[in-house]
């Protein structure tokens, strides 16, 4: 599983559904958000936009709520 690190935050990879894997969104040490993807094709998506240096801030989880790493205090 991968790991992508950010100034003020950490993205882990981790197992959900055999091939599909969910991103924990990890600030201070404590899980703010978990990505999960609804197919492999998304799950790449993810990888990928994560891999260009994308920051997660403003992405929907897949359960329809925005992910809003700058606005959690440290």
């Not at 240096?53 to 929907?60: I, M, N, S, Y």
Request: net charge negative.
């Amino acid at each position: 599983m991968r790991t992508w690190e950010y100034e003020d935050h950490v993205v882990k990879e981790k197992e959900f559904d055999y091939d599909l894997h969910e991103f924990d969104v990890v600030k201070s040490g404590e899980i703010v958000a978990t990505i999960t993807p609804v197919s492999l094709d998304e799950m790449e998506q993810i990888t990928a936009d994560l891999d260009a240096g994308e920051c997660v801030d403003g992405w929907e989880d897949g359960t329809g709520n925005t992910i809003r790493v700058s606005s959690i205090l440290n």
